[in-house]
């Protein structure tokens, strides 16, 4: 049985076989052993970036060079040939970017994008049986799609409106200027974030190569706390503490990997013995703890491409309110967020908030109405065509409206002391944690069978529970039609509660927009 595992590997392993021998030693599947290794050379390579080929050391167009081949060079290392797959995309989007209309560029290129992507993820799933070796080239195709349907936006942001057509958050991000080619595969193929990420904007991007990210950083702190030019006088930060931090956390994500997670698999929770013979309280306990301990997985990967990244000399955010440097600028996770989040959008505030702020400025800020269905539908989109995806995404919508029913109907009671608080708090994270799992055990199941095997096994109790909570509590709280002596006294008291609701209600589910999060 292992020999059958292992040459399966081999066999769909399109990649490099270099590390086979590493990969056989640590019974690790190869595409695995590959994307580390290439990620600590890539930390290395990152090192050597910063201090050698510095702004004040090479030109821009060396950095270019240099970043954009060892990102091609990383990908076809990891997936052989599948790496045309990306490289077909990049490219074609740059004819795009070159030649098409500056009016419907950003159409053009989103059509282009997110097409190429869906045919890839149709064929990982029809041709390849659902597949998840190193022949799965999507990860870092998701990313370029993001970067490509960015700069596209944005480029059409620069070129075709007018600085007051622009949002505060959209206007300083503008592209005046279509990228040369050299720019562009920089931007979307650099061994920094070719793998998972995370997407940047293009001007932060190019202010990082030409030496005036950090700069610009710190004019925008001295500028906002004393109208002084005191960042003249300041020597860049080091990212050595940032780097060293997240390194940490990758080597705490790694030791749970091979302790924790390998004994609490997630196809257990739909394996036949376990579901007849297991009692509801011990499938439920054990659905938790299988999440939960997959979840450091996710956290290694963007969590060492932030390290990565931070080590080049980027992903600098300025100084904190201690006046210290931060390296969070394009940090992908807050896993303190996550673990303690007691509502979902708490959660999706804090998890994959890179892919948020994509979702928010190429849609959910630019569409002319539904703007949740369309941000809902390209999120979907995005992810992929694997049932268990879509199964995640209609399960979360009752569960958030659920949610804020109970935020609206029952939160207030416990406002009254510090006990009381804190017991709603513990309560709503139980509830939170065991309906995120509930939630996203379909993610990772993929499959249609396997899901219904699991809900099944869990007698849809959470689907259930939120929809009746949500229907009762609708209804409970309806509002009635006021009294004709009351009628304009109440409108004018509750006309500003009432858009500032709406207004928390409408965010998309990926908007991380923490000014109006809902508990």
């Not at 997110?114 to 049986?129: E, P």
């Not at 569409?367 to 809902?376: G, I, V």
Request: aromatic share 14%.
């Amino acid at each position: 049985m292992g020999e059958r595992v292992e040459s399966a590997f081999r066999v769909e392993t399109t990649g490099s076989h270099w590390l086979l021998p590493v990969s056989d030693y640590l019974c690790f599947p190869l595409d695995q052993v590959n994307f580390l290794a290439c990620q600590l050379f890539g930390l290395a390579a990152a090192f050597w970036f910063r201090l050698y080929l510095s702004p004040s050391h090479a030109n821009p167009l060396v950095r270019h060079s240099v970043a954009a081949l060892l990102g091609v060079v990383f990908l076809i290392f990891c997936f052989g040939w599948y790496s045309a797959h990306i490289l077909t995309l990049v490219l074609a989007s740059y004819l795009i970017i070159i030649n098409a209309d500056i009016n419907n560029v950003h159409r053009y290129s989103m059509v282009t994008a997110m097409g190429y992507l869906t045919a890839c993820q149709v064929s990982r799933v029809f041709i390849y049986n659902y597949g998840v070796l190193s022949t799965d080239f999507s990860g870092p195709l998701m990313i370029v799609t993001q970067k490509i349907t960015t700069l596209a936006f944005q480029l059409h942001d620069g070129m075709c409106k007018k600085s007051e057509q622009l949002t505060s958050e959209q206007k300083p991000l503008a592209i005046n200027v279509r990228p040369s080619l050299i720019e562009y595969l920089s931007y979307n193929l650099n061994f920094m974030s070719v793998f998972v990420g995370p997407c940047s904007n293009y001007k932060e991007y190019i202010d990082f190569i030409e030496g005036r990210h950090i700069r610009r950083k710190l004019k925008q702190h001295f500028g906002t706390c004393n109208g002084q030019n005191g960042y003249d006088k300041t020597p860049d930060p080091s990212p050595l503490n940032a780097v060293c931090r997240k390194l940490l956390i990758c080597c705490g994500c790694t030791l749970f990997l091979l302790t924790v997670t390998r004994s609490l698999p997630i196809t257990y929770n739909v394996d036949p013995h376990f579901v007849s013979q297991a009692p509801f309280l011990t499938r439920l306990t054990y659905a938790f703890f299988s999440i939960q301990a997959a979840r450091p997985k996710f956290y290694f990967a963007w969590t060492i491409a932030d390290a990565v990244n931070n080590a080049a000399g980027y992903g600098f955010s300025g100084l904190d309110e201690n006046g210290k440097p931060s390296w969070d600028l394009i940090c992908n996770l807050n896993i303190l967020g996550i673990e303690t989040a007691t509502s979902f959008k708490a959660f999706i505030d804090n998890w994959n908030i890179q892919t948020g702020i994509w979702l928010k400025t190429v849609c959910y800020d630019r569409a002319p109405k539904h703007r949740l269905a369309l941000t809902f539908f390209l999120s979907a989109l995005w992810h992929g065509v694997y049932p268990g995806y879509y199964f995640t995404f209609i399960t979360a919508i009752p569960i958030t409206m659920a949610a804020r029913a109970v935020r609206t109907s029952v939160r207030h009671y416990f406002l009254g002391s510090r006990g009381l608080k804190l017991g709603y708090d513990i309560l709503t994270w139980a509830a939170t944690q065991l309906a995120i799992c509930y939630t996203v055990m379909p993610f990772l199941l993929l499959a249609v069978e396997p899901t219904l095997v699991y809900y099944r096994s869990m007698y849809f109790h959470v689907h259930i529970i939120s929809i009746l909570a949500a229907i009762a509590l609708h209804w409970k709280h309806k509002p009635s039609e006021p009294s004709a002596a009351s009628k304009t006294c109440f409108s004018s008291s509750s006309s500003s509660s009432s858009s500032s609701q709406c207004s928390a209600q409408g965010q998309p589910v990926h908007s991380n927009n923490n000014t109006n999060k809902v508990d």
